[in-house]
């Protein structure tokens, strides 16, 4: 993303961009900690919005965020492969068999793909348990890694020099200077795409044994700790040589060129092992979401009742999770050029999804008479309407590709068909006159968790 997104589009200066975005998705994470308090039931932003709009917003905030959840699994699971075009040239790449929007497609790398998305999905199966051993390991790994690239390049004394311009962009083939504050909007606008992940942790909050103070500390503490990656990588970019004419040459991997020609080959893998861990930690996280997120429209007969079956011996989701492994496995057989189209689309749904979250944090903290709180999500709630508002302007940092309208429109269409279906059962359904509060003591009492949830109140 240093080579692609951010250097080309301001230069150094996209290092502050990073760290803006990651304080303003900070300040939204604030809002969701109010609401896992309030709250701590599976579905996140889906269960939120029904509780102070409807059920009517309620289906349009979960069908817009569950799209941009599942998108993301097959996205990074193609990721691995283009990681090893450069680790490891050649030894995925045989097989070739199409090209799609300028994506060679080759069947060991579909292979490839398709063993880390079942492997994985497996793994959500067997539960929260599972899957966050694994997380906390490819974290520690990521954070380790790239430690590692950003003391090799201090440690080699590169020339600071080499970040001028520093608030600049390429522009017809040049490097023209940029406003300083257009620079870093320009980058900060990418923040739902670069942060959307930390929201997964409201999505399994009934699994969860901790308190709510511990889930707010663990999402802010990810986003500032991402925050710092991203700006980490940028620097190791842009310092290593003149970063203008180095992105004048399209480079293939800019970061991994300049960690080659720094550390050698031995920091180019740890590069490729951090960017591993950053993949496989993504699709570990959006399994969780994903599967808990159908679980919950499920439970509220918002989708088929099948999503909403738990696993016998585990506990989880595991039909959900399943058909979200299957709808996965195709698509790698695209390419990765049609799956950033779909992507793309995240930041549209991701911005519901905070929107709804900081508008029902603010209604209910006003509500129980916390104005600091209320402050503090209204803001959340104008940053994230800010970000939909981006996606629709025509020149503007955030505007979607004519793909990514074209896929948007058919997924909003759906949505009306199938609502159009379900609404009778939905509205009439067991949510039907029972507020969210209710629907929370029911299931913990249920599942015979009632005390420890309000031990950790």
Known sequence: MPGTNFLPKAGP????????????????????GYCIKKYPLSGGEFVYADASFGKKHAFACGWMIVLGYWSLIPLNSTAIGMITRYIFPGVFQFGHMYTIAGW??????????????????????????????????????????????????????????????????????????????????????????????????????????????????LMVGAILVGALIYASMVFVTAVVEPWGPMMLGNPDWATGQAVQNTIGYVGLLFLGLAMLCAVLSGMNAFYLAASRLLYSMSYADALPSTFGELHPKYGTPDKATYFLLAISLVCPWFGRQVLTWVVDMTCVGAAVGFTYTCATATIMSK???????????????????????????????????????????????????????????????????????????????????????????
């Open 367 to 457: 509500k129980d008479g916390l104005k600091g709180q209320t402050i503090i999500s209204a803001i959340g709630t104008v940053l994230a309407a800010f970000f939909i508002i981006l996606s629709f302007i025509p020149g503007s940092p955030g505007f979607l590709s004519v793909p990514s309208f074209i896929i948007l429109g058919v997924w909003i269409v759906l949505g009306i068909i199938f609502w159009v279906k379900i609404k009778d059962r939905f509205l009439h359904g067991r949510w039907e006159g029972v507020d969210v509060e209710h629907i929370l003591m029911s299931k913990m009492t249920e599942a015979g968790t009632i005390d420890s949830y309000n031990k950790n109140q």
């Open 13 to 32: 200066s996209a290092i502050i961009g990073l760290l803006l975005g990651g304080c303003v998705m900070a300040i939204i994470s604030l809002s969701y």
């Open 104 to 217: 060679d497609v080759y069947l060991g790398e579909v292979l490839l793909s398709s063993a880390f998305i079942i492997v994985l999905g497996y793994m959500n199966v067997k539960g929260v348990k599972s899957a966050g051993w694994f997380q906390t390991t490819v974290a520690v790994l990521l954070v380790g890694s790239v430690l590692f690239c950003v003391i090799g390049v201090l440690l080699a004394k590169p020339d600071f020099s080499n970040m001028q311009p520093f608030f600049a962009e390429i522009s017809n083939g040049e490097v023209v200077s940029k406003g300083g504050l257009a620079c870093i909007i320009a980058v900060a606008c990418y923040a739902p795409y670069c942060f959307v992940g930390f929201d997964c942790i409201p999505q399994a909050a009934e699994e969860y044994s901790f308190s709510h103070k511990a889930a707010k500390a």
